[in-house]
């Protein structure tokens, strides 16, 4: 989006061109004029702009899919391919203005070296090899015979200083932070074969254990927001719309909301986007979480697949956008299988259970009453269940977030009812509610009862 005025010139100057050549004679002769025709093409030179553009996205590219060490490899080969497309624009302008001058005054550097009935091949090579000697420490035949020449070879000169020299350090910085992190890693490397010499453990464990650090470094490649410092230090206000913009997508994928929620209860959303979701990541062969142990979180699978093996038994590949531990939020959960990468790395979201609670007691209102009459209906489904899981079906969450949206609107229509005979002074509760009232207001009695802020269960 950001290229779109250049990409609009870009193409606009390529019909203009076009329109002139079409239209021919329609035109008139300023339009048709040679200087115009070579300005209108020279302006198409605006195209190298884009190679900015390019490098960003395989820098993005090689960010995702390369190792460090590869990554610095492609970095110095880059530069290199960057230089010579610099000295192939200038040698293309340093024959194009011999050939200009050859016709005009018959003195150039072509009849000086010549070279005025040379081939394309030996033109090209001689005016690439002159650029070369500009941009480097070499010597050549090749020399300027006039003064348009001259000042652009001193042009060329004083732009080679700063490119060269760029060039050079950048390939200096680029080899120190190679041999840096080889001279670290095999520091690192050291220090573990000492570990399990010294301990004299099984050399399958070392190879099994060097194997998964080979993966790690091999996939490990996105930053996280802990790692990025100057992230603390921006306005509160940017830091939520940032949440927001990371975590919404994950958040709605929960499919515990009602239609109404997106809405209506936005702000409440942004809220836990906010201050409840955190981003993990699952190195290949790491595990995500064991059977037995407590669950504080609600796992959002974002990118990557994982493996879940229930109770020890069998294997199930957990793709994107698939929701684990829902339970959580209404009561303590413990794991019921292992959760581990083992396809590559996997990027997950965490949703917080007490901080869930919290937001959603503090903000109330038709969403809260909703949210725990769907915990009521969804821990009910559970207990009825022989195996437990900590997987989420789509379809019976979506059942239960039917029949949750139904008593929900009972229930706040008997609220309404209620608000109208106190204001009136007048009547009783048990006037007010019916026979299809009790249930619902007996469910959520019992609940209330059961937990004030979160329920509180050894093993739903």
């Known amino acids: 989006r950001s290229y779109f005025f250049l990409d609009l010139a870009v193409v606009s100057i390529d019909v ?24 209108m093409r020279l302006l198409r030179l605006l195209r190298l702009l884009r190679a900015v553009k390019l490098q960003q996205e395989l820098t993005l590219l090689a960010n995702r899919f390369l190792s460090v060490h590869v990554f610095m490899v492609a970095k110095v080969v880059m530069g290199l391919i960057m230089m010579l497309l610099v000295n192939h624009i200038i040698a293309c302008l340093w024959y194009g203005m011999g050939s200009w001058i050859m016709l005009e005054t018959g003195n150039s550097w072509i009849v000086r070296s010549n070279m005025a009935d040379a081939g394309f091949t030996e033109s090209y090579a001689a005016s690439m ?14 020399a300027p015979n006039s003064a348009l020449e001259r000042l652009f070879a001193v042009w060329v000169i004083l732009l080679a200083m700063g490119v060269f020299s760029s060039f050079i350090s950048s390939i200096t910085a680029t080899v120190s932070s190679l041999r840096a992190s080889q001279a670290k890693q095999f520091s690192q490397r050291a220090s573990l074969l000492r570990f399990f010499c010294e301990r004299n453990l099984s050399a399958d464990l070392y190879g099994k254990v060097e194997d998964v650090l080979r993966k790690e470094g091999m996939f490990q490649v996105r930053v996280q927001e802990t790692e990025v410092e ?9 830091h939520q719309q940032l949440h927001e913009e990371m975590f919404m997508a994950m958040l709605t994928q929960l499919r515990v909301w009602p239609s109404w929620a997106h809405t209506e209860d936005f702000h409440f959303l942004r809220t836990v986007c906010h201050f409840c979701m955190v981003e993990h990541i699952a190195k290949p062969m790491q595990d995500a979480f064991l059977p037995g142990r407590t669950c504080t979180e609600v796992f959002i699978i974002e990118t990557g697949r ?27 959960w413990k794991y019921k299988g292992r959760l581990c990468a083992t396809y590559g790395a996997a990027y997950y979201v965490g949703v917080s259970s007490q901080k869930f609670c919290e937001v959603a007691a503090e903000h109330g209102g038709p969403l809260w009453q909703y949210l725990h009459i769907l915990g009521i209906l969804l821990l009910g489904s559970i207990e009825s269940t022989k195996i437990r899981t900590d997987l989420t079906y789509p379809e019976t969450l979506l059942e239960l977030g039917e ?3 139904k008593y929900a609107a009972i229930f706040n229509s008997r609220i309404g009812l209620k608000g109208s005979l106190n204001r009136s002074k007048s009547g009783s509760k048990e006037s007010v509610l019916s026979n299809s009232f009790r249930p619902v207001m007996e469910t959520m009695e019992t609940f209330e009862k059961l937990t004030e802020s979160k329920v509180a269960r050894n093993d739903p």
């Open 16 to 39: 203009a061109l076009l329109m002139v050549e079409f239209f021919g004679e329609e035109t008139s002769d300023g339009f048709r004029s040679a200087r115009f025709l070579r300005t």
């Open 129 to 142: 090899h002159w650029t070369l000697t500009q941009f480097t420490p070499a010597t050549n035949d090749i």
């Open 230 to 238: 100057l992230i603390r230090g921006i306005p509160e206000t940017l």
């Open 403 to 405: 029949r949750a949206t």
């Open 306 to 332: 994982l493996c879940y093996a229930p109770n020890g038994k069998g294997e199930v590949e957990v793709d994107e956008g698939e929701v684990l531990c829902l339970p959580t939020l209404w009561a303590e």
